[in-house]
């Protein structure tokens, strides 16, 4: 089975804290994503990466970076938090030819509240 | 503006009963998708309808897809307590994978 971990389940941080969510995934997937979750808003896309080093822009990418280091690691940085970036943060892969049938698998979700 | 709006946002049904929810989008697609989310949870894949299909069924899922009136329903057959989650779809543009999603539709089912 595919699995996706996120590193930190609930975190609280300080505004203006730097904060790092860290995603690992274990099938060799190109594709990772991060995504945000709010009540009403359903999931917008913040970042996603088709390869190492690669990345582009979602839906909502400011006061957001993100880094892919390495293929099954992408991490989503929030430089300076805020309260408005209290949610919960998704992360999920995809195979990029196809062979998951174009199925995202999803971590568990990071509940970030920031204070 | 989102990609995909489900209809409706809220559903409460008992134990037994089938459970439709609808799903709209505006622009063209490669596939549609539809994950279910238990409560505080990631999102589980549950089926992936392509724009060529009008019909797919797994198990007691069954979805349609109408392309013209770009629109897809989820139907949850003999609903159980089990199936009380929050129903989401995506639509892909293109086979790459980028998924948009929409607000979901919370699922009560009663025993």
């Known amino acids: 089975d595919v699995k996706v971990t996120q590193s930190s389940r609930y975190l609280v941080k300080r505004t203006g804290e730097k904060v790092f969510l860290e995603c690992v995934q274990d099938?060799?997937?190109?594709?990772m994503f991060w995504y945000r979750q709010d009540p009403g808003l359903g999931l917008r896309l913040i970042y996603f990466?088709?390869?190492?080093?690669?990345?582009e822009k979602g839906d909502i990418p400011e006061g957001y970076s993100v880094s892919r280091e390495k293929k099954e690691r992408f991490s989503l940085i929030l430089e300076s938090a805020s309260t408005n970036q209290t949610s919960m943060y998704l992360c999920?892969?995809?195979?990029?030819?196809?062979?998951?049938?174009?199925?995202?698998?999803f971590g568990e979700g990071s509940w970030l509240t920031v204070v | 503006s989102q990609q995909g709006e489900e209809d409706p946002q809220a559903l409460s049904i008992q134990e037994g009963e089938n459970a439709t929810m609808n799903c709209s989008y505006k622009?063209?697609?490669?596939?549609l998708q539809w994950y279910r989310q238990n409560s505080g949870r990631g999102l589980v894949h549950l089926i992936l309808?392509?724009?060529?299909?009008r019909e797919k069924h797994s198990g007691r899922l069954r979805v349609t897809l109408d392309t013209s009136k770009k629109s897809s329903s989820l139907l949850i057959t003999a609903s159980r307590a089990a199936d009380t989650a929050s129903y989401f779809c995506?639509?892909?543009?293109?086979?790459?994978?980028?998924?948009?999603f929409g607000g979901g539709t919370r699922v009560l089912v009663k025993p």
């Open positions: 309808i392509r724009s060529n299909e």
């Open positions: 995506a639509t892909a543009k293109a086979a790459g994978n980028k998924l948009t």
């Open positions: 990466s088709y390869d190492v080093k690669m990345k």
């Open positions: 622009t063209s697609i490669n596939n």
């Open positions: 099938m060799d997937h190109e594709n």
């Open positions: 999920a892969s995809s195979s990029a030819d196809g062979r998951s049938g174009n199925t995202i698998y």
